[in-house]
């Protein structure tokens, strides 16, 4: 009888609140994301401490963390709540014209520059009253966990060892090329595989401490070491970077011809082929099981997977 009293307080936007103010770590964040002012977020936490007898969230010096309690609470919140969106969504059938649903993609910016504002411009063109957000994945995303929780629909980007239980689609392959200035003395007298070695290369800030990303991975398993004098955690920022330096950007041709200007693009930079060999990059979306016969999660990728085939046409 207890049980029932208690389950009989808990609504749909109870769990929602929950598990955004345990994921955002922050009710003044955690308003934002729900649209919501902070005293009615706050509100709803009291109910929520009153409910499970434990604070959920507590102070740790200037931010907050979830308690044990509320740890255990934010995969069963997620799964609720995806479980509530598909029961619905399904049950009428998907329309993209109609839906009001949240599209969530997290993205590498190492991406071609114009994959996500053309992918946001699909979406939004075939489901006008849809949001979408577009999450980055910074050094202390964990992409697998967003995937499990529901904060995250897909996650496009490339890895040399994606996790094994998620589901995966191949996007398109690219060729390794290197981005240099246009005064770069290498493009006057071209350069061997120690004067590529030699020169000065800039990468992007490793995810954390001892990470490697799949270029250098490759140079480890051929023995071999690049001299990497600069480090950004911006892409974006790089061939910027590399057009006023002699820095080497080594990464996928279809990214740096973006801003070439022998394919149109808007810096004096220019494509050389790299002295050493190696394998193709390969992009890709992931998505998790929870996700795998959703509807809209399936529209969803359907529209990853049309922007990118229609960018390797280009």
Known sequence: MRDQALFDKIDLHL??????????????????RLGMYQPAVSAALKRLRDLAGDPLLVRSGPGMVPTD???????????????AEVLFTDARGFDPQTT?????????DYLDPLFLP???????????????EIQPLSADSDYHAHLAQGDVDVVIGNWAQPSEDLHMGRLFGDDVVCLVSKGHPAVRRGWDQQAWLEAEHIAPTPTHPGAKGVIDEHLDSLGLRRNITARCPHFGLIPGMVAASLLVLTTGRQYCERYSEDHGGRLPVKILECPIEFPKLVYYQLWHERTHASNSAKWLRERVKSVAAALRKE
């Not at 309690?69 to 479980?83: F, N």
């Not at 009001?100 to 590498?108: E, G, H, P």
Request: charge should be positive; charged fraction near 20%; glycine fraction near 2%.
């Open 69 to 83: 309690a509320g740890l255990r609470m934010i995969e069963p919140s997620a799964s609720i709540l995806r479980a």
């Open 15 to 32: 769990i929602r609140v929950l598990h955004t103010v345990l994921t955002e770590r922050s009710v003044s964040r955690a308003a934002i």
């Open 118 to 132: 053309q992918l946001v411009s699909q979406i939004k063109a075939q489901a006008p009253l849809c949001h979408i």
């Open 100 to 108: 009001r649903n949240t599209f969530r993609v997290a993205a590498s």
